[in-house]
Each structure stands twice: as structure tokens, then as C-alpha cells.
């Protein structure tokens, strides 16, 4: 009986040591509105970071684009006559001057051109011949006064073809003779960037209206265009007359200043881009035609405010984050994000400087304050 109680003893004893002790309930947090206060001894603010927010620089706005001629220093050839190409006398690469002859061309119509002036000249000369006659004869009492009059009216219509004539002859270099040989010329000084005509190829002065390639394509590449194209939001940085710094694949390593020289008054319907351009001296010629670049646009003195990415949430088309107001209080507040950069996002509104924002812990935190449903 006595070994039996002792079994017992035990029994009983080891039963009450085996049980674990009871955790204390963890501190809950109570919920006002937007705000979430959570006890002085609570867990959960271990699990809580929070960092203070100031004002950063802007950095320089990085916009894409590509080199194009400076169209005030470029132009397209092509021929004002009908015709069959004779010779070809310059090739592309080579720089040419004002009036330099580009290629010979065999053409009718500028030979009636010649003609048109050779006939004028002959004209004027019959009707200048004819008034002196008539006015000697008016002197010697011959000639009647109206006939004179006819004469002098039809020397002046002669001496006024003659002069369109030759401006037009002129015009399209044209020398004495009708030899029907049309050299086409250099309007400008540059390089032949691009050509398109060959020798027996036939020629029509319409091309220029049909969309056809111009004969040859004129520039001075010492001076070149950026055509970039900008956001919407990037239009406060656009200023006429403000250097930026243009870099190219080929040049990783060296910058090349333009300054903006036009920015457009409308968004482009299809992208959504303002387009930019810029000017760049290319005196060394490194840069080309249709090349790609970067442009560097610097913001100055402006400032804008950050916060890591990970301590905004969306939800219900809203961007949110939590502010610890210490003390254990945190308050949800709706922000407007701007641009993303690396891992911080631009705050347009809803939040100042000097704010301390939850940059771990804010889901946490809004499941704490999301409403529970209601069971049924």
C-alpha cells in the first residue's frame, strides 16, 4: 500500500513539472482612424524601422536622341530640267564649293532655255534698230508720231524678255551658245554626304515634288543637330539657350556640349514626347549623321523629396506609406509618386522634409489596420 501512494507521488509530480508555463498575451494595438498606437512594451515596434526624409539634388535628366545635319547648312539637289545624265564629277565624302559643278547634264529643256535667250537678244536688236529708223524719219517730217510710239512700246517689251532671259540663264549658270549641256552646281560650301545619280540616268524635274531621293545631299558637318526627345515631365528643364552635355556610344568617356536651340509647343500624339533640339559645334568631325547619343540635362539647384521604394504600397489606386510619429503612434498617409529612381521614388505631394517615414514594416502595419470582417 505504501509503494503504491509513492507511484502515485510520482505520477503526479513529474506530471506537474512536464507543463509549460503560460506566455504572457502580446500587446495589441488599438486603432484611431489612420493611426495605429501600439503599446510602449510591444513586440511589434522591434520589427519597425523608420528613417527621416529630406531633400535630395535632382539629378541630370538622361534623354535619348540621335545626330542629325544641321538643316540651316543642308541642302538637297535636284534638277530644275528634264534630262539625261552625262558625267558625274564629284563623289560622296568630297567637299565642294559655292558654284562647284556636281554633274553635266544633256537636256532639251535647258537648251530652249538658251535659245529663249539667244531669240530675245535678236528681238531687242530688231526693235532697237527699227526706233532709231523711225525716229530719224519723224525727224525729216516722214514718220507719223504713233509709229514712233508702236516702236518705242515694242523696244521696251523686247528689252524686258531679254532681261528675264538672262536672269533665268543666269540663274541656272548658263554661258553663251545653245549646247544643251546643264551643269549642276553646289548651292552651298560642304561635304556630298549622299548621292544619287549615275551617268545615262534620266531625270525629270518633278522628282522633287514625288518623294524621289535629291541627287545629292549637301552639308557643312561642322555643325550638327540633337534631336532628342523629352517627357512630358521633363519640361521644366527645357530652356532655350541651356547647355547640356551629349554623349555617344563611340565616346563613352568624353562629352560633347550643345545648347537647346528649339523646344516643340505640343506633345507628339503618338509617343507622348516633346521634341527637343540642340545645336553642337562638330569641328572635329567625330560625330556623324544618324548617330544615337544621350543627352545630359543638368536640373541646377533644384530639390526633390525620396523615399525608398519598399516603404510605399499601393492599394485601391493610391500610393501609401506610414509615418511613426513617436511614442508607438503610426499614421497611414496618402502620397502622389513621381519618377523612380534606382530604388527610391519621387514624392510629389502628401509628405515634407524632415518627416520620419517607415521604410520596414509598413505591410505589417497596414494589416494591423485593415478592418477585420465581421464573422456571420
Request: proline share 6%.
Amino acid at each position: 500500500m505504501k509503494n503504491l501512494l509513492i507511484i502515485i507521488y510520482l505520477i503526479t509530480f513529474l506530471g506537474a513539472c512536464s507543463k509549460a508555463p503560460e506566455a504572457p498575451p502580446a500587446a495589441e494595438a488599438r486603432t484611431e482612424g489612420e493611426s495605429i498606437f501600439f503599446p510602449k512594451d510591444a513586440p511589434q515596434i522591434q520589427a519597425i524601422t523608420a528613417q527621416v526624409i529630406n531633400m535630395q539634388p535632382v539629378p541630370a535628366t538622361q534623354l535619348n536622341g540621335r545626330v542629325t545635319w544641321n538643316e540651316d547648312k543642308t541642302v538637297r539637289v535636284f534638277t530644275p530640267f528634264a534630262g539625261r545624265v552625262e558625267r558625274i564629277l564629284v563623289q560622296p565624302g568630297e567637299t565642294v564649293r559655292k558654284g562647284q559643278a556636281l554633274a553635266v547634264i544633256s537636256s532639251p529643256d535647258f537648251g530652249q532655255a538658251q535659245s529663249d535667250t539667244r531669240r530675245a537678244e535678236s528681238d531687242f536688236a530688231l526693235a532697237a534698230k527699227s526706233l532709231a529708223r523711225l525716229r530719224e524719219l519723224e525727224q525729216n517730217g516722214v514718220a507719223a508720231a504713233k509709229d514712233v510710239q508702236t516702236a518705242e512700246a515694242d523696244q521696251s517689251r523686247a528689252a524686258a524678255e531679254l532681261e528675264r532671259t538672262r536672269r533665268r540663264l543666269a540663274l541656272y549658270g548658263g554661258g553663251a551658245g545653245v549646247d544643251q549641256a546643264y551643269t549642276l552646281s553646289s548651292p552651298i560650301d560642304g561635304v556630298v554626304v549622299e548621292k544619287n545619280i549615275n551617268p545615262g540616268q534620266e531625270l525629270r524635274p518633278d522628282q522633287m515634288i514625288s518623294n524621289a531621293p535629291p541627287l545629292y545631299v549637301i552639308t557643312d558637318p561642322a555643325t550638327l543637330w540633337v534631336q532628342l526627345d523629352a517627357a512630358e515631365r521633363d519640361l521644366a528643364h527645357l530652356k532655350r539657350g541651356k547647355v547640356i552635355q551629349v554623349r555617344s556610344p563611340a565616346y563613352p568617356d568624353t562629352p560633347f556640349p550643345a545648347v537647346i536651340a528649339a523646344v516643340a509647343d505640343f506633345l507628339d500624339p503618338a509617343t507622348r514626347t516633346i521634341k527637343t533640339r540642340a545645336t553642337l559645334e562638330n569641328k572635329e568631325r567625330k560625330l556623324k549623321g544618324e548617330m544615337y547619343v544621350t543627352a545630359e540635362i543638368d536640373a541646377g539647384d533644384e530639390t526633390e523629396l525620396l523615399v525608398p521604394s519598399k516603404a510605399m504600397y499601393f492599394q485601391s489606386d493610391q500610393n501609401y506609406v506610414f509615418i511613426d510619429d513617436g511614442n508607438g503612434k503610426f499614421t497611414r498617409r496618402a502620397v502622389k509618386a513621381g519618377d523612380i529612381r534606382d530604388s527610391r521614388t519621387e514624392i510629389l505631394d502628401g509628405l515634407k522634409a524632415g518627416e520620419k517615414v517607415v521604410v520596414d514594416g509598413a505591410l505589417m502595419l497596414q494589416q494591423v489596420l485593415k478592418p477585420r470582417r465581421v464573422q456571420k
